[in-house]
């Protein structure tokens, strides 16, 4: 198993891993796949994460693995190699919005904010105002 960037040829593969996660996917064009990230086993796509960078703080996507596949940690990993992957353009600060990996997340040292205090660049992205439900929990983490 391998963690690589995404191609532009991953686009469709990826749309429908998230439908089937049910996650949102209607805002991802090919113009996106450049901050994805795809596990991959025998050629299959196993999980996949997302990153959209704005200055120094990115909104973290899309992270979904395979029901299959769930319960051997790839989701962590996924999540530390995204979080490197911001690291290394500079990023200090990663938001998210989650209805059901509330808990995943804190243990990753993500902590609840209000979704007032997201900066407007996360609060204009088609994930915060309208594809996730405002119900959805928003987390922030400062990268070291």
């Known amino acids: 198993m391998m963690i ?7 686009e469709d593969e990826i749309k429908d891993m998230l439908r089937s996660c049910l996650l949102p996917s209607e805002d991802l064009s090919s113009g996106l796949m450049d901050g994805f990230l795809v596990l991959r086993q025998a050629g299959a796509l196993i999980g996949t994460v997302g990153l959209e960078k704005f200055g ?59 979704r007032e205090q997201a900066p407007a660049s996360i609060q204009d992205t088609a994930e915060f105002k309208s594809l996730c439900p405002s119900s959805a929990v928003l987390m922030h983490k400062t990268l070291s």
Do not use: C, M, N
């Open 56 to 114: 120094q703080v990115g909104l973290l996507r899309s992270l979904a693995v395979r029901g299959d596949s769930r319960g051997k940690s790839w989701g962590l990993q996924l999540t530390r190699q995204i979080e490197e992957l911001a690291r290394q353009h500079g990023l200090r600060e990663l938001f998210l919005l989650t209805t059901t990996a509330e808990d995943f997340f804190t243990r990753q040292g993500y902590h609840i904010i209000s």
């Open 4 to 10: 690589t960037r995404a191609k532009p040829s991953d």
